[in-house]
């Protein structure tokens, strides 16, 4: 079966490109848990600019919970002389200035939180300067599940230190930068697919991609795709004519490249299509 992609109903130019992408890690998820970690990213017009991450003390009588210990795995050795809650929130916000906020589920859970620290140290939160929640972009874009694994897993963003709080804003901001590349290419799909395509070098074949990469977005190759006379395949069938990999680096033999191997199907690179097209991967950032 033939698809194109989804219309894309996230505003763009709305989305800020220079921004704090925080992190908290927390003695545990009810809303009067206590801020253990605060992790951050500085990003200036997309760019990388500076990290920020802090231990928290806790305050006389209060422990981490042991599903939380289990999963940040942060012990009380740990956050033995860390700062306190008011020290660790006055550096954030010094390092946040007046940057709109990023992070995964901020809306919901660690904006409570940061509100509620600023609160008690009768201090202006953070939040104040606006923010993004990359679970609700991605859940827009492309559904559930909406966790911060998945949407690594979907735009190819590596975590190695899932749970940290620092290694989550990392990763975070990094997936913000693909929703926005995902958002945009959907955005041209709108506009410009349905005037027909630009140019006929992929006329007649039925391209079916799999994997997905930050420097190669499947969205973005889908779009280009059909911009060059392709038709697109969500799965590899004996009519499919090419199936593109977009992120052979990652090794992973996915049931699409063991089902092409069956059927013979020829498996290019993703930098092979665009070759074929006159085009680079630096041709694809915006």
């Known amino acids: 079966m033939t698809y194109r992609p989804r219309p894309c109903r996230v505003s763009v130019d709305a989305l800020p490109r220079s921004y704090v992408c925080y992190d908290l890690e927390t003695t545990g998820l009810s809303p009067d848990a206590r801020i253990v970690e605060i992790g951050a990213v500085r990003v200036i017009d997309g760019w990388e600019d500076e990290k920020f991450d802090t231990f928290v003390a806790l305050p006389e009588g209060v422990r981490m919970e042991p599903g939380a210990r289990a999963v940040n795995r942060i012990s009380d050795a740990m956050l033995a002389g860390a700062p306190d809650e008011a020290e660790a929130l006055g550096a954030f916000c010094h390092f946040a200035e007046d940057f709109a906020l990023v992070g995964q589920n901020i809306a919901a859970f660690d904006n409570v939180l940061l509100d509620r620290a600023a609160a008690r140290q009768r201090v202006a939160s953070p939040t104040r300067n606006g923010f993004v929640d990359t679970m609700v972009l991605y859940r ?15 735009y190819g963003v590596s975590n190695p230190q899932a749970h940290r709080a620092w290694a989550d804003a990392v990763a975070t901001s990094d997936c913000y930068q693909a929703i926005l590349k995902d958002a945009a290419s959907r955005r041209l799909c709108v506009e410009d697919l349905d005037q027909g395509p630009r140019g006929e070098e992929l006329a007649g074949e039925l391209v079916c991609f799999t994997g997905n990469s930050y420097e190669l ?11 060059h006379g392709a038709q697109l395949s969500k799965g590899v069938t ?3 004519t090419m199936l593109v990999e977009l992120d052979p680096r990652a090794g992973r033999k996915t049931a699409k490249l063991r089902r092409a191997r069956e059927l013979g199907t020829p498996v290019v690179r993703g930098e092979d299509l665009l070759a074929r097209l006159g085009l680079t991967a630096r041709d694809l950032r915006r």
């Open 238 to 240: 004996r009519r499919v």
């Open 140 to 154: 827009e874009l492309v559904g559930k599940p909406a966790s911060l694994a998945a949407i690594c897993g979907h």
């Open 217 to 227: 977005p499947k969205r973005d190759m889908e779009v280009l795709a059909l911009l």
